[in-house]
């Protein structure tokens, strides 16, 4: 059973299919038992499976009934009613997310047991301390149905006989998400990119077709799938696992395969995944950074020139006028670590449209962010300058290539950095963006220059050295910071 809550906070549960329904009425605010790290997988598995059962269907209504959405989907596994069962006993038909045996004698290669769902997932933490391992002792169907979800649909490589999904640029990289989310919880997101994805289809009517759940599949381990007989949704599996009961609950039995489960390792993550963000020369899918999405990162994100943004990342005529966020999630994979799980929701401050009432290009979004962080880098520049002057004393003439100078102002600027965070997306910019401001150029110039200065204040005062020589070297390097910033603002008013 699946637990949801709704609006109010009260708590409901059902099966799969019910929280299908519930996600399509709406009644599904949020789900309690997802760990933060499952949140956007559990919402593309659902919203994948929901597509792909409706475009079968030849239908764009999405039901609000629990029948109804047993009958769409056990349509898209006729043959095999048992793929949407969390733990089916016979190997050779499949379980959810989980593929049948080719061989009776395949059984004997699932021979690492893991007794809990954390230690299926795809958290991968150091030597136990950052996140205790092994702690979900007891854990209800819901916490292995989503961690199979998470494993399967964004695992990465983890060494010989662990492979990784199709749907993200190499073993190592990541499978990140961006898109456009209405208010109203998960029930509304599920909705919104649902139905996007219908239009997608019939807007297509020759898209491809192929197999759609992977799962259902046999798999031996050895032959992987052709990426070009799947359907373009297809929703996949890297690893063989297989759910038993046991006399205390569930555990999960695991093998190794030879090959990955999807031949597409030289498309780089060009897979068509719906939140996929990808190269702008179409080479690869993007692959986020630890350094995660501030207000850099999030320019470079809807920056054109760098990105070809994904489907869902467009605002649409038929998306409400208010409450509409641009979602940015990933949790950051390395080699053999994991590099934080980041997630940035910026709201778009209410009705964001043009003259003929039609949403805001999100190019006019990453056009306006780009200036801005450009600015933002100039600022910060102009601010090292003078941090670095100060620290090393406030010379005549600062030597800006001392690496011990520029190591002890790094704080600094990350503390500058930050308070430009906090504010890049505020009212300001989506004045900026609707073009309702004179001069916005300057204003934002203006702004960075006062952070600059408060920043270089706190920065003066905590600045090593007696207070004979803290005096002149803060005077000289605060004239530094003044006289830059001054011609700076002052070019901004004419234009420059």
Known sequence: MIGWQDEAGDTHRGTLFAAFAALAGGQAHSFPALRPHQR????????????LALIHAGTDTLPTGEAAWRDLLLALTPDTPEAWELVVDDW?????LQPPTATPADKAAYKNRLPTPDTLDMLVTAKNHDLKQARMVGAGDEHWLFALVTLQTTEGFLGA??????????GFATRMSLGIRPAGGAGHAFRRDVERLLADARARPNRRTGTPLLWTVPWDGALPLDYDKLDELYVEICRRVRLRRTSTGIEALTAGSKAPRVAASEL?????DPWAPMKADGSTSHTPTGAGFG????????????????PLAYADPADAPDGLSIVAAALVRGQGKTEGLHRRTIRTHGARRDTDVRPIAIERIGEVARKRADEG????????????????????RARLDDDSAKKKTERWLARFNDAVDGIFFDAPFWDEVSGVTDNPRMAWRITLRDIARDVF???AEAAPGTEVRRIPARARAGSLLHYEMKKWVEDAEYGE
């Open 40 to 51: 956007e997988p559990w919402h593309a598995f659902t919203v994948q499976v929901a597509a």
């Open 457 to 459: 204040d706190v920065a």
């Open 161 to 170: 006989g662990n492979y990784g999904i199709s749907r993200m640029n190499g």
């Open 295 to 310: 207000y850099r990162q999030m320019a470079n994100l809807l920056d054109k020139t760098k990105i070809t943004l994904p």
């Open 92 to 96: 050779s038909k499949p379980a959810l």
């Open 268 to 272: 780089k993550g060009r897979t068509r």
């Open 377 to 396: 880098f100039e600022a910060s520049r102009r601010l090292s300058r003078a941090l670095i002057s100060l620290v090393q004393g406030g010379p005549e």
